[in-house]
Protein backbone atom coordinates (compact mmCIF):
# COMPACT_ATOMS: atom_id res chain seq x y z
CA UNK A 1 0.00 0.00 0.00
CA UNK A 2 2.26 2.94 -1.36
CA UNK A 3 0.46 6.07 -0.35
CA UNK A 4 3.06 7.97 -1.28
CA UNK A 5 5.54 7.60 -4.30
CA UNK A 6 8.92 8.19 -5.09
CA UNK A 7 9.58 6.46 -8.19
CA UNK A 8 13.55 7.71 -8.41
CA UNK A 9 16.19 5.45 -5.77
CA UNK A 10 18.57 8.01 -6.61
CA UNK A 11 19.97 10.96 -8.57
CA UNK A 12 23.20 12.64 -9.19
CA UNK A 13 23.46 16.44 -10.23
CA UNK A 14 25.87 18.25 -10.78
CA UNK A 15 27.21 21.36 -7.78
CA UNK A 16 25.25 24.53 -9.56
CA UNK A 17 22.68 22.63 -11.22
CA UNK A 18 19.02 22.01 -10.16
CA UNK A 19 18.10 19.31 -8.61
CA UNK A 20 14.62 18.40 -9.05
CA UNK A 21 12.45 15.61 -7.08
CA UNK A 22 9.50 14.18 -7.28
CA UNK A 23 6.65 12.70 -5.59
CA UNK A 24 3.21 11.10 -6.57
CA UNK A 25 0.60 10.06 -3.88
CA UNK A 26 -2.47 8.29 -4.30
CA UNK A 27 -4.92 9.12 -1.19
CA UNK A 28 -6.81 12.14 -2.47
CA UNK A 29 -7.35 13.45 1.19
CA UNK A 30 -3.95 14.18 1.78
CA UNK A 31 -3.57 17.61 2.27
CA UNK A 32 -0.15 18.97 3.73
CA UNK A 33 2.88 17.84 2.58
CA UNK A 34 6.23 18.02 3.69
CA UNK A 35 9.87 17.57 2.40
CA UNK A 36 12.44 15.94 4.73
CA UNK A 37 16.08 15.49 4.54
CA UNK A 38 18.14 12.82 5.79
CA UNK A 39 21.95 12.10 6.63
CA UNK A 40 23.37 8.38 7.27
CA UNK A 41 22.96 7.94 11.07
CA UNK A 42 20.76 11.33 11.93
CA UNK A 43 16.92 11.41 12.31
CA UNK A 44 15.29 12.63 9.41
CA UNK A 45 15.08 16.59 9.20
CA UNK A 46 12.40 18.94 8.16
CA UNK A 47 13.00 20.76 4.96
CA UNK A 48 9.80 22.29 3.66
CA UNK A 49 6.27 21.66 3.32
CA UNK A 50 2.81 22.97 1.86
CA UNK A 51 -0.94 23.00 2.32
CA UNK A 52 -2.96 22.15 -0.56
CA UNK A 53 -4.80 25.28 -0.87
CA UNK A 54 -1.37 26.39 -2.41
CA UNK A 55 0.56 25.49 -5.29
CA UNK A 56 4.25 26.65 -4.58
CA UNK A 57 5.84 27.40 -1.56
CA UNK A 58 9.84 28.92 -1.63
CA UNK A 59 12.46 28.47 0.84
CA UNK A 60 15.65 30.19 0.04
CA UNK A 61 17.44 27.14 -2.25
CA UNK A 62 14.28 25.37 -2.08
CA UNK A 63 10.72 25.19 -3.37
CA UNK A 64 8.15 23.11 -3.19
CA UNK A 65 5.59 22.75 -6.01
CA UNK A 66 1.96 21.17 -6.05
CA UNK A 67 0.01 19.65 -8.94
CA UNK A 68 -3.37 18.65 -7.13
CA UNK A 69 -4.92 17.64 -10.49
CA UNK A 70 -2.42 15.18 -10.91
CA UNK A 71 -1.63 13.91 -7.15
CA UNK A 72 1.79 15.10 -7.83
CA UNK A 73 5.15 17.30 -5.94
CA UNK A 74 8.46 18.42 -6.42
CA UNK A 75 11.10 19.55 -4.55
CA UNK A 76 13.15 22.46 -6.42
CA UNK A 77 16.96 22.76 -4.91
CA UNK A 78 18.55 25.75 -6.88
CA UNK A 79 21.79 25.86 -6.76
CA UNK A 80 22.84 22.14 -5.64
CA UNK A 81 25.52 22.23 -3.12
CA UNK A 82 27.69 19.05 -2.27
CA UNK A 83 26.01 19.28 1.37
CA UNK A 84 22.78 18.29 -0.23
CA UNK A 85 23.66 15.17 -0.83
CA UNK A 86 20.90 12.91 1.49
CA UNK A 87 18.10 11.00 1.29
CA UNK A 88 14.91 13.02 0.77
CA UNK A 89 11.84 11.42 1.91
CA UNK A 90 8.05 13.00 0.60
CA UNK A 91 5.67 12.80 2.97
CA UNK A 92 1.86 13.95 3.32
CA UNK A 93 -0.87 14.12 5.75
CA UNK A 94 -4.41 14.50 6.03
CA UNK A 95 -5.58 16.56 8.53
CA UNK A 96 -9.33 16.31 8.35
CA UNK A 97 -9.01 12.04 8.96
CA UNK A 98 -5.48 11.45 10.94
CA UNK A 99 -4.43 14.88 12.70
CA UNK A 100 -1.48 13.51 12.93
CA UNK A 101 0.42 10.91 11.38
CA UNK A 102 2.45 11.37 8.39
CA UNK A 103 3.01 8.72 5.66
CA UNK A 104 6.23 8.80 4.34
CA UNK A 105 7.74 8.01 0.55
CA UNK A 106 10.25 5.43 0.27
CA UNK A 107 12.89 8.61 -0.40
CA UNK A 108 15.03 9.52 -3.24
CA UNK A 109 19.18 9.47 -2.51
CA UNK A 110 20.24 12.60 -3.82
CA UNK A 111 24.47 12.87 -4.86
CA UNK A 112 25.35 16.16 -5.89
CA UNK A 113 28.92 16.14 -7.63
CA UNK A 114 31.32 18.96 -6.84
CA UNK B 1 18.83 24.48 18.64
CA UNK B 2 16.26 22.52 20.94
CA UNK B 3 17.06 18.48 20.17
CA UNK B 4 15.25 15.33 20.55
CA UNK B 5 17.46 13.01 22.52
CA UNK B 6 17.49 8.95 21.59
CA UNK B 7 19.02 6.71 23.81
CA UNK B 8 20.59 4.40 23.13
CA UNK B 9 22.27 4.88 19.53
CA UNK B 10 22.62 0.86 19.37
CA UNK B 11 20.78 -2.16 21.01
CA UNK B 12 21.52 -5.42 20.27
CA UNK B 13 18.87 -7.94 21.91
CA UNK B 14 18.25 -11.39 21.84
CA UNK B 15 14.94 -12.84 20.23
CA UNK B 16 11.81 -12.90 22.75
CA UNK B 17 13.83 -10.46 25.26
CA UNK B 18 12.06 -6.63 25.74
CA UNK B 19 13.63 -3.92 25.43
CA UNK B 20 12.79 0.06 25.81
CA UNK B 21 14.18 2.24 23.75
CA UNK B 22 13.86 5.48 25.35
CA UNK B 23 13.73 9.59 23.98
CA UNK B 24 13.38 12.72 25.28
CA UNK B 25 11.33 15.28 23.26
CA UNK B 26 11.64 18.96 23.20
CA UNK B 27 10.40 20.49 26.39
CA UNK B 28 7.34 22.68 24.96
CA UNK B 29 6.10 20.02 22.46
CA UNK B 30 3.00 18.39 23.00
CA UNK B 31 3.02 15.13 20.68
CA UNK B 32 4.96 12.51 20.14
CA UNK B 33 5.71 10.01 17.85
CA UNK B 34 7.46 6.80 17.20
CA UNK B 35 8.74 5.60 13.34
CA UNK B 36 10.68 3.17 12.18
CA UNK B 37 12.86 2.34 9.11
CA UNK B 38 13.61 -1.27 8.43
CA UNK B 39 16.97 -1.46 6.20
CA UNK B 40 16.43 -0.31 3.09
CA UNK B 41 12.62 0.44 3.10
CA UNK B 42 10.77 3.68 4.15
CA UNK B 43 10.23 5.36 7.33
CA UNK B 44 7.02 3.72 8.82
CA UNK B 45 4.89 5.32 11.53
CA UNK B 46 4.15 3.23 14.61
CA UNK B 47 1.95 5.75 17.01
CA UNK B 48 1.35 8.98 17.66
CA UNK B 49 1.32 10.18 21.35
CA UNK B 50 -1.08 13.16 22.70
CA UNK B 51 -2.29 14.40 26.56
CA UNK B 52 -1.00 11.01 27.79
CA UNK B 53 -2.40 8.92 25.82
CA UNK B 54 -2.08 7.12 22.32
CA UNK B 55 -3.88 8.94 19.65
CA UNK B 56 -2.99 6.72 16.53
CA UNK B 57 -1.59 3.54 16.00
CA UNK B 58 -0.60 1.78 12.90
CA UNK B 59 -0.80 -1.95 12.43
CA UNK B 60 2.35 -2.61 13.03
CA UNK B 61 1.83 -1.22 16.41
CA UNK B 62 0.19 -4.32 17.64
CA UNK B 63 0.28 -5.61 21.49
CA UNK B 64 3.62 -6.44 21.87
CA UNK B 65 4.52 -2.27 21.67
CA UNK B 66 3.91 -0.41 24.24
CA UNK B 67 4.51 3.44 24.52
CA UNK B 68 5.00 5.44 27.56
CA UNK B 69 5.68 9.18 29.35
CA UNK B 70 6.28 8.13 32.69
CA UNK B 71 7.69 11.23 33.97
CA UNK B 72 6.44 13.92 32.06
CA UNK B 73 9.79 14.37 30.12
CA UNK B 74 10.83 10.80 28.89
CA UNK B 75 8.87 9.12 26.18
CA UNK B 76 9.44 5.32 26.14
CA UNK B 77 8.62 2.53 23.54
CA UNK B 78 8.24 -0.80 24.47
CA UNK B 79 8.62 -4.22 22.38
CA UNK B 80 7.69 -6.86 25.17
CA UNK B 81 9.12 -10.00 23.04
CA UNK B 82 11.22 -9.39 20.33
CA UNK B 83 11.30 -10.70 16.93
CA UNK B 84 13.91 -10.66 14.50
CA UNK B 85 11.85 -8.81 12.31
CA UNK B 86 11.75 -5.64 14.17
CA UNK B 87 15.64 -5.30 13.69
CA UNK B 88 15.80 -1.55 12.26
CA UNK B 89 15.95 1.70 12.95
CA UNK B 90 13.91 3.64 15.61
CA UNK B 91 12.97 7.21 15.35
CA UNK B 92 11.15 9.37 18.16
CA UNK B 93 9.84 12.57 16.72
CA UNK B 94 7.76 15.92 18.10
CA UNK B 95 6.24 18.36 17.46
CA UNK B 96 4.46 21.61 19.16
CA UNK B 97 1.11 21.77 18.06
CA UNK B 98 0.14 23.84 14.60
CA UNK B 99 3.73 22.85 13.25
CA UNK B 100 3.89 19.78 10.96
CA UNK B 101 7.34 20.03 10.59
CA UNK B 102 8.51 17.08 13.11
CA UNK B 103 11.71 17.17 14.76
CA UNK B 104 13.30 14.02 14.90
CA UNK B 105 15.63 12.40 16.86
CA UNK B 106 18.80 10.69 15.64
CA UNK B 107 17.17 7.10 16.13
CA UNK B 108 18.41 3.85 18.01
CA UNK B 109 19.33 0.74 15.48
CA UNK B 110 17.68 -2.19 17.11
CA UNK B 111 19.17 -5.18 15.86
CA UNK B 112 17.60 -8.58 16.93
CA UNK B 113 19.79 -11.59 16.87
Known amino acids: DQQVKQNSPSLSVQEGRISILNCDYTNSMFDYFLWYKKYPAEGPTFLISISSIKDKNEDGRFTVFLNKSAKHLSLHIVPSQPGDSAVYFC?????????????FGPGTSLSVIP | EPEVTQTPSHQVTQMGQEVILRCVPI?????FYWYRQILGQKVEFLVSFYNNEISEKSEIFDDQFSVERPDGSNFTLKIRSTKLEDSAMYFC???????????FGSGTRLTVV
Open chain 2, 93 to 103: ASIRTGNYGYT
Open chain 2, 27 to 31: SNHLY
Open chain 1, 91 to 103: AASALETSYDKVI
